[in-house]
């Protein structure tokens, strides 16, 4: 069965200790295992402030999780994560690639553009004469 690459954007409890944040974090990776899934890369974004209130909390602690699965599962994998005491929001999206690849360290070495010089830059501007002029243009046609 041929699986699909996704993100997958979570937002903790704060009030829990960091050993029941890494329990949670665990029964996570043991769902995404149950359904056939593979971790890709997690990464721990740590406490920040909610837009809005959740649950009467103000803040969370968010988590970002690359992962392959089988696309028949990732809806007993979203509904698994639903019902996990602790878990404030979620959401999966479906991604064409994982960000911070080789491609885009590639792109990181590539050299930058050169700067325009200055001279190059006066060339392109029109001299300040002629914006004037039709200014006056104007106003000699109406005093006639």
Do not use: C
């Not at 809806?75 to 690639?97: M, N, T």
């Not at 830059?121 to 300040?128: G, L, W």
């Amino acid at each position: 069965m041929s699986t699909r690459t996704y993100e997958l954007m979570f937002i903790v409890d704060p009030d829990l200790d960091e050993a029941t944040s890494e329990a949670l974090l665990q029964r996570v990776r043991r769902y995404l295992a149950e359904g056939e899934g593979e971790v890709i890369r997690t990464e721990d974004w740590g406490m920040r402030r909610l837009a809005y209130p959740i649950q009467h909390k103000r803040d969370g602690h968010y988590y970002l999780m690359y992962f392959a699965m089988p696309p028949a599962n990732v809806k007993q994998f979203e509904r698994s994560i639903l019902l996990a005491e602790g878990i404030l929001r979620e959401i999966i999206v479906r991604v064409e690639e994982v960000p911070g690849g080789p491609e885009e360290e590639a792109e990181e070495a590539a050299p930058a553009a050169e700067p325009v010089p200055a001279e190059e830059e006066s060339a392109v501007s029109p001299p300040a004469e002629a914006a004037s002029a039709p200014e006056e243009a104007n106003a000699t046609s109406d005093a006639a």
